[in-house]
């Protein structure tokens, strides 16, 4: 086994994390056996039930249609998750292998909104300035080679100079919350 192989991506499956040197071989990259394998009659579901994935623009398009593109929504509540951590011991583990960001908007034209991104690459916020309000005009919803781009602008194409807050990650999933 190599010393190298992180078993975390496979948290939600106790019955992959039993065989370490099919999940070693997972990681590596490698190829298995389906036929035969622990897989053979497993389901693996990875998205979760009361979720919609956003995956491709067409997700993203009516993820916007959905929401009125935001307008008259406003930033309620943002959430960061690193995976970082100290231990009451003081031992470290500074790797941050989560990167979530969880976003809640209340809109006058919807219900509200939570939004989560997973495997944040790169997050701008920008609050309101004062004298200033926090409502939002429209926003911005690109997928891109497997990757979300969101903006609290109607912004054309990715821009991760936009002064505005935005956020990039390799998922996103929403649902409607009252």
């Given at each position: ?10 948290v939600g499956?106790p ?6 040197s099919?999940?070693?071989d997972?990681i ?6 389906y ?9 693996v ?65 919807c ?10 690459t ?17 926003a911005?919803?690109i ?36």
């Amino acid at each position: 086994m190599h010393k190298d192989v992180r078993f975390f991506e496979y948290v939600g499956y106790p019955w992959l994390l039993e065989n370490k040197s099919i999940l070693a071989d997972l990681i590596k990259g490698d190829t298995i056996q389906y036929k035969g394998s622990i897989f053979e009659n497993k389901a693996v579901v990875s998205k979760m039930s009361g979720w919609t994935y956003v995956e491709t623009q067409d997700d993203a398009n009516d993820l916007l249609t959905c929401v009125y593109s935001f307008h008259d929504s406003v930033l309620k509540m943002v959430n960061y998750t690193s995976g970082a951590y100290v231990d009451p011991d003081h031992s470290m583990y500074p790797v941050a292998d989560v990167r979530q960001v969880i976003m809640c908007f209340d809109s006058q034209l919807c219900d509200s909104i939570e939004m989560v991104f997973e495997g944040v690459t790169a997050f701008n916020l920008r609050p309101a300035g004062d004298n200033y309000t926090a409502d939002i005009s429209a926003a911005s919803l690109i997928v891109k080679d497997s990757s979300i781009f969101f903006g609290d602008d109607e912004i054309k194409e990715w821009d991760e100079n936009y002064e505005g807050t935005w956020i990039t990650a390799y998922s996103l999933r929403w649902r409607f919350v009252r």
